[in-house]
């Protein structure tokens, strides 16, 4: 009974039943109360959305597979020391904690939440070191600003490690496999008490489960059909096209939920015998049906023969019971419907051979030089399978390789070098959703709008589903004025998910635009409350604050903001915004700074550091910041104006004129630059032209305040210099 409840709470997870999956596994823990039982509950507990449950079912479990489920729901309810404290015990800091590299990384979170950045870093990269595809790990060193070179992290050194990682699981699944082949078949699956006919069956469905993704079935799907034609069989190392999925009317479940599942399902193995064979025999058929085909048709062979030559003398009975074991034994290493016919129809001609030659045979020394043949050929096979494995394992870390140099480049800010290492990836993984976006957000920090706007636009279409970077898409929109875009897109967005963060970011922008700025403060504060830790609602906060006047709120949402992520540089650059409207210049210049240090290659940032240092009197020093804004983006206008302004303090006008004359060509509609023209040429002395470009200042209708400048200039003309000096 046990046995039974268990497979079915198992395969009510894998089909994510999760209802059904609760109410079978607390029949089980009250039938046959015992911590292995607790931990399958808990399990069903989490992927049910109940963390609370999981947490005091499991509060002061001892094994390692109880603290570290114990350990997930307390980091669901941000109770970040008890999961530390579960992580790693208080007896013993130093002692190995179990689960490897996923421990590391919830370690790597904890401290990254409580503000222990150094600690972080050290698990973060521990990860990686443990098990170089964490690929989250990787990404959480880039958003710190701490992350080593793609090459260093995914490089050729690193192929060695995570063969024997995956060599070492195949092999251990495989003497498993071996050890259980002697016990009964029905016992193997945990089924002593189903009937024959109700054993055949389940067979069947093992197999076709074996064949599916607990993450997505289409995937595994495809992949194991592109290999079909191929000599080996390694189907888990070629990257699948995101069709199917994006396809697929079922969406994802929540990524790290699914991370955590199947770390607890290995790491529930080695507790219970009965249950830990089923979900061995399940990992091991899959390992074997990616990894070791030709070698488990030979293992079957063997294992056929063995029985055949050792017990001829027990019967048609025992040679029955021999086959049936072998062919579901070949039948578990089966990875798809094409390679389970392709296995029972090599099984049968070679265990016709062998029946042939085992009849043939008087002496264990014959029987004996049969076998030493047989793991000749097996190992063979083995370093052939080997090197094919490797050969995956290294296309894998160069695709990874690529990756994470883009990303690394992007999280540093260096946006074109980030758009260059995308371009080297294939059409297959460019015209992805992942990727379009992160190229759409590198074009947003460039200012280039219009291209991120094609770039996410893409990403839409490919990836509906998506809303990963749509919060950074929505403010694209709102830059550009698009109105009837930014509608849409935060409608679609709410039928897609209504709960995530990203929404309420794109319908306070929408709000935004249309001046409706307070719904749009409470659409952030939403966003907010639904993802405390979203640093981007707590800055778009602080913008609408900013544009109320309220400034005080304003820099409690950026400081906030910062708390969350120290690396936020939009943060830094409202607070210097606002102290530099309070005129705190030194505040100013000091926010700015930091918001420089982080993002270096922002030329609106540089503009406006140059703006407090020339309100300083730093003139030299703004000047030069102005000369690395412009040489960073031509395209901005606001440096060369600023610098303009910065050769006119200095006395440079013939320098000035010229920018200004540039300037002019570029946006002949703005008022400042014929304003600032009129002041050289009074300067000049060449009134008729100072008075021309300051009446063209008047006509391109300025400011109020503007105007008032404008006009007191005009009135001074006929007043000479010296007078006007000492006015």
């Known amino acids: 009974m046990e046995a039974l409840l268990v497979n079915y709470v198992e395969k009510s997870l894998e089909q994510y039943m999760r209802r059904n999956a609760v109410f079978l596994c607390e029949r089980l823990y009250a039938e046959f109360p015992s911590e292995v039982n607790l931990q399958l509950l808990a399990r069903c507990y989490l992927n049910n959305n109940q963390p609370h449950s999981a947490y005091y079912i499991l509060k002061g479990m001892q094994m390692a597979q109880s603290r570290y489920l114990f350990a997930i729901a307390c980091l669901e309810m941000d109770l970040f020391c008890e999961a530390e404290a579960a992580l790693l015990?208080?007896?013993?800091?130093?002692?190995?904690?179990?689960?490897?590299?996923?421990?590391?990384?919830?370690?790597?979170?904890?401290?990254?939440?409580?503000?222990?950045?150094?600690?972080?870093?050290?698990?973060?990269?521990?990860?990686?070191?443990?098990?170089?595809?964490?690929?989250?790990?990787y990404e959480q060193l880039c958003m710190l600003g701490e992350a080593e070179e793609a090459a260093v992290c995914f490089g050729d050194a690193t192929v060695p490690c995570v063969q024997e990682h995956y060599l070492g699981n195949a092999s251990s699944c495989l003497q498993i496999a071996d050890t259980d082949h002697s016990s009964d078949s029905s016992q193997r699956f945990g089924l002593e008490y189903l009937s024959?006919?109700?054993?055949?069956?389940?067979?069947?469905?093992?197999?076709?489960?074996?064949?599916?993704?607990?993450?997505?079935?289409?995937?595994?799907?495809?992949?194991?059909?592109?290999?079909?034609?191929?000599?080996?069989?390694?189907?888990?190392?070629?990257?699948?096209?995101?069709?199917?999925?994006?396809?697929?009317?079922?969406?994802?479940?929540?990524?790290?939920?699914?991370?955590?599942?199947?770390?607890?399902?290995?790491?529930?193995?080695?507790?219970?015998?009965?249950?830990?064979?089923?979900?061995?025999?399940?990992?091991?058929?899959?390992?074997?049906?990616?990894?070791?085909?030709?070698?488990?048709?030979?293992?079957?062979?063997r294992l056929a023969v063995g029985h055949r030559s050792l017990n001829t003398s027990q019967g048609s009975e025992n040679k029955a019971k021999s086959l049936h074991a072998s062919t579901k034994l070949s039948s578990e290493t089966c990875s798809s419907t094409f390679y389970q016919g392709k296995l029972m129809e090599t099984y049968e001609v070679a265990v016709s051979e062998f029946g042939a030659t085992s009849s043939s045979l008087s002496s264990t020394t014959d029987v004996k030089s049969i076998q030493h043949e047989i793991e000749n050929t097996k190992l063979s096979s083995f370093i052939s399978d080997s090197a094919t494995i490797k050969s995956g394992i290294s296309n894998t870390m160069k695709l990874l390789r690529t990756l994470g140099e883009g990303y690394r480049h992007l999280c540093m800010f260096r946006c074109k070098e980030a758009l260059n290492v995308y371009q080297k990836l294939s059409s297959k993984q460019y015209n992805t959703g992942w990727i379009l976006s992160q190229v759409g957000k590198a074009y947003f920090e460039l200012v280039d709008y219009l291209n991120a706007d094609y770039a996410f636009s893409l990403a839409r279409q490919i990836s509906p589903y998506n809303l990963e970077e749509m919060d950074v898409y929505s403010t694209v929109l709102y830059h550009l004025k698009q109105d009837m875009k930014l509608k849409y897109l935060a409608q679609e967005m709410i039928l897609v998910d209504r709960f995530a963060p990203q929404t309420w970011c794109a319908i306070g922008n929408c709000y935004s635009l249309q001046k409706d700025h307070e719904s749009a403060l409470k659409s952030f504060q939403r966003a907010v409350q639904l993802n405390s830790r979203f640093a981007y609602a707590h800055t778009l906060s602080g913008h609408e604050y900013v544009i109320m006047e309220d400034y005080g709120k304003g820099v409690e949402c950026y400081q906030t903001s910062l708390h969350v992520d120290a690396r936020h540089y939009n943060s830094w650059y409202g607070l210097g915004m606002i102290y530099l409207c309070q005129e705190k210049f030194e505040f100013a210049e000091h926010h700015f700074r930091q918001a420089y240090q982080i993002n270096p290659l922002s030329s609106v940032i540089m503009y406006y550091l140059g703006t407090t240092l020339e309100v300083l009197k730093r003139s030299e020093e703004a000047l030069e910041m102005m000369e690395t804004a412009i040489v960073i983006d031509n395209k901005n206008p606001l440096p060369k104006y600023s610098k303009a302004k910065l050769l006119l303090t200095l006395g440079k006008l013939n320098e000035a004129l010229e920018i200004l004359e540039e300037l002019k060509e570029c946006t002949p509609r703005e008022s400042c630059i014929y304003a600032l023209m009129?002041?050289?040429?009074?300067?000049?002395?060449?009134?008729?032209?100072?008075?021309?470009?300051?009446?063209?200042?008047?006509?391109?209708?300025?400011?109020?305040?503007?105007?008032?400048?404008?006009e007191a200039a005009i009135e001074k003309l006929i007043i000479p210099d010296e007078m006007e000096e000492s006015l």
Request: charged share 25%.
């Open 89 to 137: 015990p208080v007896k013993d800091l130093c002692a190995e904690v179990p689960n490897g590299a996923a421990v590391q990384y919830l370690l790597g979170i904890i401290y990254r939440d409580t503000d222990r950045k150094n600690k972080s870093i050290e698990h973060f990269r521990k990860t990686l070191s443990i098990d170089p595809m964490f690929w989250a790990a």
């Open 196 to 301: 024959r006919s109700d054993l055949k069956q389940r067979e069947g469905n093992n197999i076709r489960v074996m064949c599916e993704n607990n993450h997505g079935g289409p995937i595994l799907t495809g992949a194991v059909r592109q290999s079909k034609n191929s000599c080996c069989s390694t189907s888990f190392l070629s990257t699948p096209s995101p069709v199917p999925t994006q396809l697929s009317d079922v969406a994802p479940p929540p990524l790290v939920r699914n991370i955590h599942l199947r770390q607890s399902e290995d790491s529930l193995r080695p507790n219970t015998q009965a249950r830990g064979k089923f979900a061995c025999d399940n990992e091991s058929a899959q390992i074997r049906g990616s990894l070791f085909f030709d070698s488990g048709l030979r293992r079957s062979a």
């Open 678 to 710: 009129g002041e050289i040429y009074k300067r000049n002395k060449k009134y008729d032209k100072a008075m021309l470009h300051f009446g063209i200042a008047l006509d391109l209708k300025p400011s109020i305040v503007d105007v008032a400048k404008i």
